[in-house]
Nanobody, 114 residues
Framework: QVQLVESGGGLVQAGGSLRLSCVAS????????MAWYRQAPGNERELVAT???????TYVDSVKGRFTISRDNARKTMYLQMNSLKPEDTAVYYC????????WGQGTQVSVSS
């Protein structure tokens, strides 16, 4: 059974940084195009960043230049380095395949105070 476990969230002041991690089990992680998503209260889940199996990345405009997605295939782990955080980045962050194929994990809460 596929399991995705997110961690690394927390409460930070605006301008601060956090590094999120996503550990995957029971999938051939290295062959999957992966992504980070986020969902703020009252909003739909939003795609934040993607990374292909060979490391090509894309970002939603609102995080370009501030967030960096990366992966370690040997550890079946994906990361999201978030710098210069803004209050509007507050959300629950989730990882999944690029097409949202797997069951969603519990996510990790990121809260940014002004």
């Amino acid at each position: 059974q596929v399991q995705l476990v997110e961690s690394g969230g927390g409460l930070v002041q605006a301008g601060g940084s956090l590094r999120l991690s996503c550990v995957a089990s029971a999938i051939t992680f290295q062959f999957n195009n992966m992504a980070w998503y986020r969902q703020a209260p009252g909003n739909e889940r939003e795609l934040v960043a993607t990374i292909t199996s060979d490391g090509a990345t894309t970002y939603v405009d609102s995080v370009k230049g501030r967030f960096t997605i990366s992966r370690d295939n040997a550890r079946k782990t994906m990361y999201l380095q978030m710098n210069s955080l803004k209050p509007e980045d507050t959300a629950v962050y989730y990882c999944n395949s690029r097409n949202g194929h797997y069951a969603w994990g519990q996510g990790t809460q990121v809260s940014v105070s002004s």
